[in-house]
């Protein structure tokens, strides 16, 4: 049984910063991709950043030289680290991964539970 659970959201005030963790856990065999995600209320689901096995990597346009996705191989954990943090950013976010299961062919993709990211004063 596979599991992505995330860690590190809050209320944090304009300006500020974050880090947000997902760490996958169980049988896996191979990870392709790390991926963050954001809903905010009333909207849709939005792809922040994402990650791939080899390291390369891509924002959304909201988010480029405010947040930085990096991945600890050994841990099979991800990062986000959220600077000069907006009202904007306000949201749910939500940990992603492509991966393959152990004694499973084809992989599939997992979710987190999520975590909850406030910006205010």
């Known amino acids: 049984q596979v599991q992505l659970v995330e860690s590190g959201g809050g209320l944090v005030q304009p300006g500020g910063s974050l880090r947000l963790s997902c760490a996958a856990s169980g049988s896996i065999h191979t990870i392709y991709a790390m991926r963050w995600y954001r809903q905010a209320p009333g909207k849709p689901r939005e792809l922040v950043a994402a990650i791939t096995s080899g390291g390369s990597t891509n924002y959304a346009d909201s988010v480029k030289g405010r947040f930085t996705i990096s991945k600890d191989n050994a841990k099979n954990t991800v990062y986000l680290q959220m600077n000069s943090l907006e009202p904007e950013d306000t949201a749910v976010y939500y940990c992603?991964?492509?991966?393959?299961?152990?004694?499973?062919?084809?992989?599939?993709?997992?979710w987190g539970q999520g975590t909850q990211v406030t910006v205010s004063s």
């Open positions: 992603n991964s492509r991966l393959r299961a152990m004694y499973v062919i084809t992989p599939r993709e997992y």
